[in-house]
T-cell receptor, first 116, second 113 residues
Framework: EPEVTQTPSHQVTQMGQEVILRCVPI?????FYWYRQILGQKVEFLVS????????KSEIFDDQFSVERPDGSNFTLKIRSTKLEDSAMYFC??????????????FGPGTRLTVL | GENVEQHPSTLSVQEGDSAVIKCTYS??????FPWYKQELGKRPQLIID?????GEKKDQRIAVTLNKTAKHFSLHITETQPEDSAVYFC????????????FGAGTRLAVHP
């Protein structure tokens, strides 16, 4: 069964450094998402992406964040200047339909980002 | 504002008992309600979902019920087993958000042998 994959599984970085989290969505999916989960808390929506542009983003997704689909298979989340509070598990998800109200979203295994 | 309320935050049951987790949502236009199970350190896994054209859906020991009038939906697990122990999250698309799911705060279910 196809799955969303993410790399790396764990990323440790110094505050102020840039990080890029990588995701390979399920191949026939067209809608892509990033979520984050601070340890022990709920999953929070960051951004959705379709047709090479952001379709929706949350208040968390400020100017320090960007997303890209550089080559038709990878979907990346970049944090330009990491802060301590960016430490969290970041999940990529993908789906076949553009409507979250009718859309099964399949999650990747996550990247644990630790900012020191 | 955007919110999905989930109760209880923790639930402890004996093996074989039933467990019920409830969620309420605010956007009456929402019509898709997934439930995710997350084991420690792992990804959320979709276990069941329901669309608003039905009031109940069952899959073996798991069922979900939906009350659109009251804007709440519930997860029912019967004959619980220790491997059901996990955190369960409900979710709903809110505020005209075509592309985002808002998650509940989660319920930590512990099934004791």
């Amino acid at each position: 069964e196809p799955e969303v994959t993410q790399t790396p599984s764990h990323q440790v970085t110094q505050m102020g450094q840039e990080v890029i989290l990588r995701c390979v969505p399920i191949s026939n999916h067209l809608y892509f998402y990033w979520y984050r989960q601070i340890l022990g808390q709920k999953v929070e929506f960051l951004v959705s992406f379709y047709n090479n542009e952001i379709s929706e983003k949350s208040e968390i997704f400020d100017d320090q964040f960007s997303v890209e689909r550089p080559d038709g298979s990878n979907f990346t989340l970049k944090i330009r200047s990491t802060k301590l509070e960016d430490s969290a598990m970041y999940f990529c998800a993908s789906g076949t339909s553009g409507l979250a109200r009718d859309n099964e979203q399949f999650f990747g295994p996550g990247t644990r980002l630790t900012v020191l | 504002g955007e919110n999905v309320e989930q109760h209880p935050s923790t639930l402890s049951v004996q093996e074989g008992d039933s467990a019920v987790i409830k969620c309420t949502y605010s956007d009456s236009a929402s019509n898709y309600f997934p439930w995710y199970k997350q084991e420690l350190g792992k990804r959320p896994q979709l276990i069941i979902d329901i669309r608003s054209n039905v009031g109940e859906k069952k899959d073996q020991r798991i069922a979900v019920t939906l009350n659109k009038t009251a804007k709440h939906f519930s997860l029912h697990i019967t004959e619980t087993q220790p491997e059901d122990s996990a955190v369960y999250f409900c979710a709903a698309p809110l505020s005209g958000g075509y592309n985002k799911l808002i998650f509940g705060a989660g319920t930590r279910l512990a099934v004791h042998p």
